[in-house]
Every structure is written in C-alpha cells, then in structure tokens.
C-alpha cells in the first residue's frame, strides 16, 4: 500500500434526509478539511440525501468545493443508486487524484454471496469503491478484490476497505462472546445510533493490536487481501472522551 492510495473522506452533509446540515456545522467540518486539500490531497465526501433535487445540489456544492462526492440515497449505505455516477468515465484509476466519483457500500448483507457482489460492483462505472473486509463473515480474498477493480465500461478502479478504529463492533470476528457482559476496560459507552458499536479507548495496547500492531490484526488481513487502501472510520473518537 504507498502513499499515493490513503483516503481521506470525511462526510460533510450539505442535505441530510429532511434537514439541511447547519451551516455552523458543514463550516467547521470543511475548516479541517482545508488544511489537506491545501496540501493537494483528493478530499472524498459521502452526504445522505433523499431526492434527486438533493443529490443534484451534493454534487454541486462538493464540485464548488473542490471535492470529489458521493450522494448516498440510504444512510446504511447498502445499495447502490439506481443512477449512474456522478462524472462518469471510462479512464483507469490508478491514484484517488485521478478519481472523479466513489462508491460507498460497506453494508453488503442484501447479497446472497460475494459472488452477487461482484457481479454487482463489476456492473458500475464507479472510479472508486469504498466497501466491507467482509461479507456474511466470509472475506474478500485477494483475487476477488482483483475482479472487483473492472469497472463496466472497461476501465479499471481504487478498491478501498472500510475499517473502523474508533468502534468496536460486536459482530466483527475478533469479538469475544465474554465481552457482552464482561466487558474490557478498553470498551466505553455504545453508539446510541448504531446499536453494537462501542466506543473504545484508542489509545490501548490491546485494540491496537486487534486493529494494527499484530500479524493477524485487522489491518493485515487487508493488506494481504491487496486492497489499494483504507478507509479510517471514527477518527472523531477523541470527541466523546473529551466531553
């Protein structure tokens, strides 16, 4: 994995389901996403919107901003929008720099196999696709991260993998059943919108090396899956241990 292929995505929500996103806080979202777009890097931005009227206004807003978008219609990203993507094209993507649209689909259980999967992702033009290690608990292997990189139309594409490091999440395979009610010190409060994840003290030894500092951690089975990168999911963790 080299530097050309980490990802920077945050989500600044112009237009979330019924409510426009506060200015206040779209504004200070993009303050600290202006000091890695001044360094040239490629900002990826997911919003949850509802119509096609909102969808058309994410992308324009983004576009205006200097940002590559993804206006997800469901905010479980488990579909993928019946339209085609935004700025569509047939060039290979070997770099994000080089990515006009993304895909963001990490909740994959609405497929039957990974083999539905593919066949799915395989049928988009999508430049990039963020997406689950993951998928009824059986992972992506290397060869069909490979099959996955086609887009429909013949050009090749970014395949990056989701990975939460502020969450743990009880239905991940390094979950031990004791956890439930014994649970580690390491493991705060649970996510009030997302029933099983917990917050987790990052800063730990332990989850650190269920997530990176260990031969069979989280990050290794990526890596040897020979995803082009990461998407680092929860990096605004510090926030519910400050308050």
């Not at 901003?65 to 290979?92: C, E």
């Not at 899956?225 to 519910?240: Q, R």
Request: net charge negative; with cysteine.
């Amino acid at each position: 994995m080299t530097p050309q292929a980490l990802l920077m995505c945050f989500s600044v929500a112009h237009n979330t389901f019924y409510t426009a996103t506060y200015i206040e806080n779209s504004a200070y979202l993009q303050r600290f996403l202006a000091v890695p777009k001044n360094a040239g890097k490629t900002i990826l931005v997911t919003d949850y919107t509802s119509t096609t009227s909102k969808m058309a206004d994410s992308y324009r807003k983004s576009a205006a901003a200097g940002y590559v978008s993804y206006a997800a219609p469901n905010r479980s990203l488990d579909i993928i929008p019946a339209t085609s993507p935004n700025n569509v094209n047939a060039a290979d993507i070997a770099t994000l720099n080089q990515a006009k649209n993304f895909l963001y689909l990490i909740n994959p259980q609405g497929y039957s196999s990974k083999a539905a999967f593919i066949q799915a992702i395989r049928a988009t033009n999508y430049d990039a696709v963020v997406m689950d290690l993951f998928l009824n608990d059986e992972l992506f292997k290397a060869a069909e991260v490979e099959q996955l990189r086609v887009k429909a139309n013949g050009g090749r594409r970014m395949v990056v993998c989701y990975m939460s490091i502020g969450e743990a999440e009880d239905y991940r395979y390094y979950w031990q059943e004791s956890w439930t009610k014994n649970r580690p010190s390491w493991i705060a409060g649970e996510n009030p919108d997302w029933p099983g994840n917990y917050k987790v003290k990052y800063w730990d030894e332990e989850w650190q090396g269920l997530i990176y500092k260990s031969q069979d951690s989280y990050l290794q089975k990526i890596l040897a899956s020979k995803f082009d990168g990461v998407y680092l999911d929860i990096i605004d963790a510090f926030e519910y241990f400050e308050n």
